[in-house]
């Protein structure tokens, strides 16, 4: 087993370095922004005393470590799932469990190891920061709120979501290995099928709120619908996405009272949601390389009535452009013409979607 680490660990050699150059990308950017509170400081203006928020844009603002993992995954899966290199590793004496259980290790090693490095860098920017911090705030009438609220918990907070983000993503990627035939297009499906989910919750929140099907009075049914899907997306984003909510601290001045809006990064729901997410994704996994395996699947997918859904999904998905189009471009409502046109582009779309399974299935990455 731990011959076989070792040859996961050296398939994604490179990707430890280029996780490397972000953390030393990061560090310029976190230290950055130490230089600008200390000139602010030594220029006599009060700013940010909420450190961490600063640090969370830098992370939510760089989507490279997500480019990084999807190509990480189809590193690790390429091979394996090759058809002359695969023969012989899976000649060795390990189950396919045994082989996947290796890949997650080594996958899982280079998250901890970006998010690790991250920490030490938010911690070690923070902790330079606190006699800044502290100093501005002693001159905020309220500024023991901030000290209450922004701790160095916080930033430990803010790394383990960090972290646990990552390994949804990468379990996520993980699970599509088994779903779809090959590695590459693997990758690109599972992460288009995820922005497609977005896309088509995005054709739920125009209808509702734009409805240019119907622009009269919006009924009460539509109305509760609404309520439910912003009740969803705000879920989902505090769960996944480190959206973490507001909260109001009250101070009061002259017997007025002020309110102040802070975003404290804290472990709880998020934390269990992801961490279910991750052991789902991962135990889906396994239960079918076990049935499987990693060479196994005859289809485009996992069976030829998931390639038919792809196919009608992706139709859907073309469709649904000239709807948009007729909400937003033209801001009217959606017409006859429309309705030809969302035809055209759905079939367009199925007939192309449909070329690319035959092709992947006859051979190719």
């Known amino acids: 087993m731990k011959t076989l680490i070792r040859h996961e660990f050296d398939l994604i050699q490179l990707m430890f370095w280029v996780v490397a150059g972000i953390l030393v990308r990061v560090g310029l950017q976190a230290n950055n922004l130490y230089i600008v509170l200390q000139n602010k ?3 006599n203006i009060i700013w940010e005393p909420s450190l961490p928020n600063s640090l969370l844009r830098i992370l939510t603002n760089d989507g490279t470590m997500t480019l990084v993992i999807m190509i990480m995954v189809y590193i690790q899966f390429k091979e394996i799932k090759g058809e002359g290199v695969s023969e012989f590793i899976l ?3 390990f189950t396919s469990k045994d082989i996947l259980v290796a890949k997650i290790v080594a996958g899982l090693s280079l998250i901890l190891f970006a998010g690790i490095g991250i920490g030490i860098i938010f911690l070690a920017v923070n902790m330079a ?7 501005m705030r002693m001159l905020m009438p309220s500024g023991h709120l901030f000290t209450e609220t922004y701790t160095t918990f916080s930033i430990i907070a803010m790394t383990i979501r960090y972290i646990l983000e990552m390994a949804v993503i990468y379990s996520f990627l993980v699970m599509g290995q088994f779903l779809i035939k090959k590695a590459g297009p693997s990758v690109t499906f599972m992460v288009s099928g995820a922005f497609s989910i977005l896309y088509l919750l995005a054709f739920f929140a125009f209808a509702i709120y734009l409805n240019p099907l119907n622009s009269g009075e919006v009924p009460r049914v539509i109305e509760s619908i609404r309520d439910i899907v912003d ?3 705000q879920m989902i984003s505090e769960a996944y ?3 973490t909510p507001g909260e109001y601290l ?6 007025i009272t002020y309110h102040y809006a802070v975003y404290p990064q804290k472990l709880g729901f998020a934390t269990i949601a992801s961490v279910s997410t991750i ?5 889906i996994s396994m239960y079918l ?3 499987v395996g990693f060479n196994r699947i005859k289809y485009f997918t996992i069976s030829k009535t998931w390639d038919k859904v792809i196919v009608i999904w992706c139709g859907l998905c073309c469709g649904l452009l000239q709807y948009f189009y007729a909400a937003i471009v033209k801001g009217g409502r959606f017409d006859t013409i429309d309705m030809v046109l969302t035809l055209i582009w759905a079939g367009l779309g199925m007939l192309i979607m449909n070329r690319i399974i035959k092709k992947s299935v006859a051979g190719g990455e």
Do not use: R, V
């Open 129 to 135: 920061s606190i006699e800044l911090i502290e100093n």
């Open 289 to 291: 390389a076990d049935k």
């Open 91 to 93: 000649s060795l004496p």
């Open 41 to 43: 400081y030594l220029e």
């Open 241 to 243: 996405f480190m959206n």
């Open 250 to 255: 009250a101070y009061s001045i002259n017997e």
């Open 279 to 283: 052991g789902l994704f991962f135990s």
């Open 231 to 233: 009740t969803l997306a």
